[in-house]
C-alpha cells in the first residue's frame, strides 16, 4: 500500500496567519483527499484534490478558506488561511493506491492556534 | 446522503478476551464498502479491515472479523484475543461505489476501546 508523509506534523499559530500542510505520496495515486479531525470528533472530508484541475469542496468549506493545490500524482497541499481559534484540529491527507484500492492515511498535522 | 453510527463512545475489554464493535450505516445504494479503521494516540488512521457490500461472506484480518448485515446495515468489528497494542479509536466508514461519491469516505463517530491488562 502507498506510503503518505505529511509535513509538518504540528504547528502552533498566531490568529490570522496562513499555513500550508504538504502531503507526500511515494507512488503515483489517482486520488487523494485532505479530513479535518476537530478535537475529540470524526473525521470530516474537506475536498477531494483534482490532478491538473481545481479541488472539489464539500458543503461547509470554501476554496478561499482551504485552497489546495496538486501539481502531479504524487504530492498535494492544503493551506489554512486567515486561521482562528476554530481552526485548531488535526488535518489529515489520504490516496488510493487504485480505482478499487481503500484510502491510506498520512499521519496527520496537528495544528493549534493561538 | 450516508449516515454512519457507532452508539458505544467507549468500550474497554480484558486482554486476551474479546470484544465486538458496532456499526450501523443508512444508505440508498445496493453496491458500496465498508471500513475498519483504527486511530491510536500517535493519530495515524491505520486500515484494519474492508468489506465489499456485493459480498456475502464476512472478511477476516488475523484477529479481526466482520459480521456484515447488509439487511439490517450492521457492519460489527470483532477483535479475538485483544492485546494492549489494540487500544486505540475504532472509527467505521462508508464509500459509495466508485462511480458515485468519487469515493468519499463518511466516518462514524467512533468507540474509544481500552484494553486492561
Known amino acids: 500500500s502507498a506510503v503518505i508523509s505529511q509535513k509538518p506534523s504540528r504547528d502552533i499559530c498566531q490568529r490570522g496567519t496562513s499555513l500550508t500542510i504538504q502531503c507526500q505520496v511515494d507512488?503515483?495515486?489517482?486520488?487523494m483527499f485532505w479530513y479535518r479531525q476537530q478535537p475529540g470528533q470524526s473525521l470530516t472530508l474537506i475536498a477531494t484534490?483534482?490532478?491538473?484541475?481545481?479541488?472539489?469542496?464539500e458543503s461547509g468549506f470554501v476554496i478561499d478558506k482551504f485552497p489546495i493545490s496538486r501539481p502531479n500524482l504524487t504530492f498535494s497541499t492544503l493551506t489554512v488561511s486567515n486561521m482562528s481559534p476554530e481552526d485548531s484540529s488535526i488535518y489529515l491527507c489520504?490516496?488510493?493506491?487504485?480505482?478499487?484500492?481503500?484510502?491510506?492515511f498520512g499521519d496527520g498535522t496537528r495544528l493549534s492556534i493561538l | 446522503a450516508q449516515t454512519v453510527t457507532q452508539s458505544q463512545p467507549e468500550m474497554s475489554v480484558q486482554e486476551a478476551e474479546t470484544v465486538t464493535l458496532s456499526c450501523t450505516y443508512d444508505?440508498?445504494?445496493?453496491?458500496?464498502?465498508l471500513f475498519w479503521y483504527k486511530q491510536p494516540p500517535s493519530r495515524q488512521m491505520i486500515l484494519v479491515i474492508r468489506?465489499?457490500?456485493?459480498?456475502?461472506q464476512n472478511a477476516t484480518e488475523n484477529r479481526f472479523s466482520v459480521n456484515f448485515q447488509k439487511a439490517a446495515k450492521s457492519f460489527s468489528l470483532k477483535i479475538s484475543d485483544s492485546q494492549l497494542g489494540d487500544a486505540a479509536m475504532y472509527f467505521c466508514?462508508?464509500?459509495?461505489?466508485?462511480?458515485?461519491?468519487?469515493?468519499?469516505?463518511?466516518f462514524g463517530q467512533g468507540t474509544r476501546l481500552t484494553i486492561n491488562p
Open positions: 489520504s490516496a488510493t493506491d487504485g480505482l478499487y484500492g481503500p484510502q491510506h
Open positions: 507512488s503515483q495515486v489517482t486520488m
Open positions: 484534490a483534482n490532478q491538473g484541475s481545481e479541488a472539489t469542496y
Open positions: 444508505t440508498s445504494e445496493s453496491d458500496y464498502y
Open positions: 468489506q465489499e457490500a456485493y459480498k456475502q
Open positions: 466508514a462508508y464509500r459509495s461505489p466508485l462511480i458515485q461519491g468519487a469515493q468519499k469516505l463518511v
